[in-house]
């Protein structure tokens, strides 16, 4: 090999797992390298809400005396009797193995945190923004947005509410500040491409191949490669792995255009020999790894992230979308123009403190303390119109003036995106229908279909009862011209199922064995089913501490 650079630990991604690994490798005595896909530092964890569900006994717990511990963080995250009111369990899938671990190091990450920067709201932890973080205690802790401008506006928030604001970017920057201040050399715009082992199946982890722009590199890592890549759900033939409906309709990531989760680090590992893990834990219906849309009539309509015009990366985002405030303003129809559910219907749930109530670990007792109830509007959505395809093609919403009166919408770019077919108006319904036409409507919507189903809904309204899908009280009639078609097609949330680690995050191979000098963390990482920031962090700090015990 001829190397171009090189550092005792390379970080690939610098986002919740990447820095943390990074500044925590780095201080102790490490060289290190992250390289980062993207012009600007943070991936989804700087988009990201910014409630991290650190517990296990941390010092704002005690403050506030919540009785936490390891063993009962242990307990709650591997709880097989903790079922979701769609039958789904939540942690019964998890490695033991990686939650120990997880538990072992939750409330250290949370004072190293502290320590390390980033400011959190100074309240009692609460279950806000949770997703299976265990049934017992409140752990949810909130990173406070302070004075950094958030990657959603450009502008920092208003000053009077940064220091109890949840955000990623109150997170992220204080960590990016670390990192830097320690000495870690951070290469943006450098994507890996590839990561370099002795031979293709058997030695030790040599280094990564980068790209940036039409320069390749090759950095050698003399003690480890830290994958923190971020996952795999923009990746359309990875994903489809774990559940074949997900086709390239489902285009409105959670956390793009800020960066990508394109299962680079788990493409790259499995060549060198890596194994996948845990992948039940994608494909269960428990928490959010598909949402319902919050926002319609844009590409990125996760509800939790809207882009604004000052956002730096605007420019890819091209609008901000509609939110919708309330779901009987609008009625959702299928690319053939028919409606398929309940519009008021929500997405999946998630275990949290105190959903299970009387709770009894670990007692099969505790499923017969919820009330059954499918929440089916995902799957409805991704149902399909009959063909022999996959996938259940785009989702509309459609609606009239009085709807956009009522809900105080501005229907005009940049609040939609009219120009890459996201949104469209016209004066009939029938002009409407005849309107749509984007690459991912793959067969035009019948005029005569939306407007049976516009009359059908709007006696429904007469007689306030939807005799086919039971939408409560059905208020408001589509009669008043103009009339709406927005993009409302659900959101691919996050990845929960990845590279096979152990509890050092040594990623393991086909076989079992650990692949010398190769790490991996948060959500490239499989066998944990929790969504987000906690585990990357955590699992960050486990990886750049260890790589430097890596021979
Ligand atoms: C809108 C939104 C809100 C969220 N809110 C919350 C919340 O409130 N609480 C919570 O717990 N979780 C939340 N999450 C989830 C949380 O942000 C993620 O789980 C977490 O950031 C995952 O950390 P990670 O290190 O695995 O990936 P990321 O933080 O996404 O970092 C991965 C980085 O790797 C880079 N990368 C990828 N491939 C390459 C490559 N080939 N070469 C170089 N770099 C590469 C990416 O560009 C990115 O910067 C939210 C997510 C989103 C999208």
């Not at 899908?469 to 996050?494: N, Q």
Request: aromatic share 8%.
């Amino acid at each position: 090999m001829r190397w171009q650079d090189e550092a005792d630990v390379v970080v690939i991604g610098a986002g919740a797992t990447g820095l943390p690994a990074a500044i925590v490798a780095r201080e102790a005595g490490a060289s290190v390298i992250v390289v980062e896909a993207e012009a600007d530092i943070g991936g989804h964890a700087i988009t990201s809400g910014g409630n991290v569900p650190l517990g296990g006994g941390t010092s704002v717990q005690h403050k506030h005396g919540i009785d936490d511990s390891p063993d009962l963080l242990f307990r709650d995250l591997t709880d097989w009797s903790i079922v979701e009111p769609n039958g789904f369990p939540d942690y019964r899938y998890n490695d033991r193995e990686i939650v120990r671990a997880f538990a072992d190091e939750s409330a250290a990450t949370f004072e190293w945190l502290l320590a390390h920067g980033v400011v959190f709201v100074d309240k009692a932890p609460d279950a806000r923004g949770g997703n299976a973080v265990g049934n017992s205690v409140p752990r949810e802790m909130h990173a406070a947005a302070m004075a950094w401008p958030t990657v959603q506006t450009g502008q920092p928030v208003d000053p009077d509410v940064a220091a109890i604001t949840s955000s990623g970017n109150g997170l992220m920057r204080p960590l990016e500040v670390a990192a830097r201040r320690a000495g870690v050399q951070i290469m943006l715009e450098h994507r890996m491409t590839s990561i370099y082992r002795e031979t293709p199946a058997a030695g030790r982890i040599l280094g990564i191949g980068v790209r940036s722009g039409a320069d390749e590199r090759a950095i050698r890592a003399r003690k480890a490669v830290i994958i923190a890549t971020g996952g795999s759900t923009g990746n359309l033939d990875f994903r489809r792995m774990f559940d074949p409906r997900l086709t390239e309709e489902y285009c409105g990531l959670a956390g793009m255009p800020w960066s990508d989760q394109d299962a680079s680090g788990e493409l790259a590992a499995m060549v060198v020999g890596a194994s996948l893990w845990g992948l039940t834990n994608q494909s269960g219906e428990f928490g959010w790894p598909v949402t319902k849309p919050g926002l319609i009539g844009c590409q990125y309509n996760y509800t939790n992230l809207q882009w604004m015009p000052g956002s730096p990366v605007f420019h890819k985002a091209r609008a901000s979308g509609l939110r919708v405030k309330d779901w009987q303003n609008v009625i959702l129809v299928n690319m053939l123009g028919r409606r398929f559910y309940d519009e008021t219907g929500p997405h999946f749930t998630a275990n949290n403190y105190g959903s299970v109530d009387p709770y009894v670990p670990l007692s099969y007792r505790n499923a017969e303390n919820l009330a059954y109830d499918p929440n089916n509007w995902l799957n409805a959505a991704l149902a399909g119109v009959g063909e022999t395809r996959n996938g259940g093609g785009p989702i509309w919403a459609i609606f009239d003036a009085a709807a956009v009166a009522r809900e105080a919408w501005d229907p005009q770019p940049p609040h939609v995106d009219t120009a890459a077919g996201f949104f469209f108006r016209a004066n009939t319904l029938e002009e409407l229908a005849n309107a749509i036409a984007m690459p991912y409507q793959r067969t035009p919507m019948p005029a005569h279909h939306v407007q049976e189903t516009v009359t059908r809904y709007n006696a429904f309204v007469t007689t306030g009862v939807d005799v086919d899908f039971g939408k409560p009280t059905p208020l408001y009639k589509v009669e008043t011209p103009p009339f709406y078609a927005a993009w409302a097609t659900p959101v691919i949330h996050d990845s929960r199922a990845g590279l096979r680690i152990n509890a050092n995050c040594q990623v393991i191979d086909v076989r079992g064995g650990v692949i010398p000098g190769l790490y991996c963390g948060g959500e490239s990482a499989g066998g944990f089913s929790q969504h987000g920031l906690a585990r990357a962090l955590c699992q960050g700090l486990i990886a750049g501490r260890h790589a430097m015990t890596a021979g």
